[in-house]
T-cell receptor, first 116, second 113 residues
Framework: SQTIHQWPATLVQPVGSPLSLECTVE??????LYWYRQAAGRGLQLLFY??????ISSEVPQNLSASRPQDRQFILSSKKLLLSDSGFYLC???????????????FGPGTRLTVT | AQSVTQPDIHITVSEGASLELRCNYS??????LFWYVQSPGQGLQLLLK??????LVQGIKGFEAEFKRSQSSFNLRKPSVHWSDAAEYFC???????????FGPGTRLSVLP
């Protein structure tokens, strides 16, 4: 069966510091991968998605970036964090359209980021 | 592009009462529809999905949802709510290509003992 991991679970970082959040998926190949942010009491905002290694699409202009160095690894980064980057970050995967009839997304446990 | 609305921000029901959470979508073709649940501090868990066939779909934890094309709705129902159902519920719609996935703003469910 497929599993998705995210780490760290919680993170407290000062303004201006760098960020690296990691997401890995097991038990599937060539998944679509997604990064979402959820601000307190708010819905989900899609930040990035990837359909393959090195292929990243950005949905929202910001000081965050994403990379996919391996098929099942998705990294969210920032060179300098802002206060507004605080939130709950969720990684998700789905089967690519050519392999699946339905495209539901499966979510990781999330990372709570607090920028101080 | 598709869109999703969940008219109710917060709903409170008594334990044992029935529940219906509303979801309306906008999409030009037959949509892929999903309901997710999120407990505090957790990721999202898929409750059920619809992509074709029977318009009444059954999910986990005793939930069901009905797709009504004429009303552009995909409401979530449960006949008897348990205290453990208190959580945030998100409706989502996907396009026919599996590339675009839009979430509604969520409905927070509180359950009274």
């Amino acid at each position: 069966s497929q599993t998705i991991h995210q780490w760290p679970a919680t993170l407290v970082q000062p303004v201006g510091s760098p960020l690296s959040l990691e997401c890995t998926v097991e038990g599937t190949s060539n998944p679509n991968l997604y990064w979402y942010r959820q601000a307190a009491g708010r819905g989900l905002q899609l930040l990035f998605y990837s359909v393959g290694i090195g292929q990243i699409s950005s949905e929202v202009p910001q000081n965050l970036s994403a990379s996919r160095p391996q098929d099942r690894q998705f990294i969210l980064s920032s060179k300098k964090l802002l206060l507004s980057d605080s939130g709950f970050y969720l990684c998700a995967w789905s089967n690519p359209p050519r392999l699946a009839r339905t495209y539901e997304q499966y979510f990781g446990p999330g990372t709570r980021l607090t920028v101080t | 592009a598709q869109s999703v609305t969940q008219p109710d921000i917060h709903i409170t029901v008594s334990e044992g009462a029935s529940l219906e959470l509303r979801c309306n979508y906008s999409y030009g073709a037959t949509p892929y529809l999903f309901w997710y649940v999120q407990s505090p501090g957790q990721g999202l868990q898929l409750l059920l999905k619809y992509f074709s066939g029977d318009t009444l779909v059954q999910g986990i934890k005793g939930f069901e949802a009905e797709f009504k094309r004429s009303q552009s709705s995909f409401n979530l129902r449960k006949p008897s709510v348990h205290w453990s159902d208190a959580a945030e519920y998100f409706c989502a719609v996907g396009d026919n290509y599996g590339q675009n996935f839009v979430f509604g703003p969520g409905t927070r469910l509180s359950v009274l003992p």
